[in-house]
């Protein structure tokens, strides 16, 4: 079978298994699904097909690069010259110096009131085209420029009212994204090669959520009377929010075990609001300092327990004859054939993506990248690598279900039953919404 015939075929399965996953089949909104999916197919179109979108997503890629070029600069201020530091691929000073760097920058644009414009703009045409309310388009707009933590503040007035259908949405596409200011960071992973894959997976997990949201829980017309908040208001109504340090964020998130999902959006309290650009600079590097220590902690932690976890299994393993058996290796076995339906034909390729999507839903993506990066050459070839970066691009794993119910539950404390009970399908709505780009790409990336 041609391997766009099997492609194809992943992505009607991918579709198939939302539908079955969905509470109200009969509510299904073709109009809403079919926008999101147009959404997201071209978006992989445009940035992986088209000359003016390879350039777009090019001079985007170009920009973080430079980005990263300029952390550089202050990292061999601190710790020397790269080239003759020893300790230069290290994950302490190749990753963590650059997450405070991109936490600054962030925290910079919310000061000049940028990343709230670019929030507006993105999610007025997303409502537009997918139709979907206000409320949704302006969280999952969010959450292409910011973390899970931080995108339910830009809609904070109305979280108490929305539906659990919407507000399922607000979790599918928290799930299904990724934070700017962890972007970098992943890149530093696995290479300035693959930011442009890592741009457009940002970019395609905001139609990506909403598709997987409203297949497997579709608006349900009787409920929507209690979110009336919502539906009488008008753009002009809700406001997006700036930017501060919270304090106890990094504190909540690490007993989550999600810690690099530290707010770095906060609405000003009193005299918390920077009074220039370099307070405003200041406090973003607080905050990425913090964060960077919480994801140096987390991903030390989870290495060693997936670390442990080969030791017991192989140990479990050499009594029967198979001493060499990992964590690792179990989940590629169970996710190799998604592997194989999304684009990579190769067999043994497959199952090595596999072990990683497994990793990055059972871990988190963190794990997962610096496996990615860790790979041997040859283990897999540039178009199965540009797919696996799609697939782990996001925050869909388990430890996500508890920043949620922590984040948005804390500021909608009424949520936090429905958070609880719809945490589940939202990650699997997040793992879905993140195939779905992975086989996109797989279709529209050359053979």
């Not at 978006?43 to 997503?57: D, E, F, K, N, S």
């Not at 995108?151 to 934070?179: D, K, N």
């Not at 919480?294 to 932690?301: I, L, R």
């Not at 496996?371 to 430890?399: Q, V």
Request: net charge negative.
């Amino acid at each position: 079978m041609p391997p766009v015939v099997i492609n194809i075929l992943g992505i009607l399965a991918i579709l198939a298994i939302a539908f079955l996953l969905s509470t109200g089949k009969k509510r299904i909104k073709l109009r809403v699904v079919g926008a999101a999916f147009a959404l997201q197919a071209i978006m992989a179109l445009l940035v992986l097909r088209t000359p003016w979108g390879v350039q777009l997503i090019e001079g985007m890629s170009n920009g973080v690069i430079a980005l990263l070029d300029y952390s550089k600069v202050g990292i061999e201020a601190v710790f020397g010259s790269m080239d003759a530091n020893p300790f230069t691929n290290t994950f302490v000073i190749a990753a963590l110096p650059v997450i405070v760097f991109f936490a600054a920058i962030v925290s910079i644009l919310y000061h000049w009131g940028i990343m709230q414009r670019l929030v507006r703009w993105v999610g007025g045409a997303i409502g537009w085209i997918t139709g979907i309310s206000k409320v949704e388009a302006l969280g999952s707009a969010a959450n292409i420029f910011v973390g899970q933590s931080e995108s339910p503040l830009v809609v904070r007035p109305y979280l108490a009212s929305l539906t659990p259908s919407r507000l399922f949405t607000l979790m599918a596409v928290g799930m299904a994204g990724v934070a700017g200011t962890i972007l970098a960071a992943y890149a530093s992973f696995i290479g300035s090669d693959a930011v442009p894959f890592l741009l457009a997976a940002a970019f395609m997990s905001a139609p990506g959520g909403i598709l997987m949201a409203k297949i497997i829980m579709p608006d349900d017309e009787s409920e929507l009377a209690r979110s009336a908040a919502e539906l009488s208001g008008t753009d002009e109504d809700i406001k997006l929010p700036e930017a501060r340090i919270s304090s106890e964020g990094p504190a909540a998130l690490t007993e989550s075990g999600k810690p690099h999902e530290v707010e770095v959006a906060e609405t000003f309290e009193e005299g918390h609001k920077p009074a220039n650009v370099i307070e405003a600079a200041a406090q973003g590097t607080q905050t990425g300092v913090k964060l960077a220590v919480a994801v140096g902690a987390m991903v030390m932690v989870f290495v060693a327990l997936v670390a442990l976890a080969n030791g017991i299994l192989g140990g479990i393993g050499g009594l029967f004859g198979y001493p060499d058996v990992t964590f690792q290796m179990l989940l590629g076995y169970v996710f190799a054939p998604v592997m194989y339906m999304i684009g990579i034909s190769d067999w043994s390729q497959a199952q090595f993506a596999g072990g990683l999507f497994g990793t990055k839903i059972v871990l988190n993506e963190f794990v997962a990248f610096i496996d990615l990066g860790a790979a041997e050459a040859g283990m897999l070839t540039e178009r199965s690598r540009a797919i696996a970066t799609f697939a782990l691009c996001g925050f869909a794993n388990f430890s996500s279900i508890a920043i949620q119910m922590a984040v948005t539950g804390g500021l909608a404390p009424n949520q936090r039953p429905v958070i609880a009970k719809l945490g589940i399908r939202a990650l699997a709505a997040g793992s879905l919404a993140n195939l779905m780009s992975a086989a996109l790409a797989g279709l529209f990336l050359p053979y």
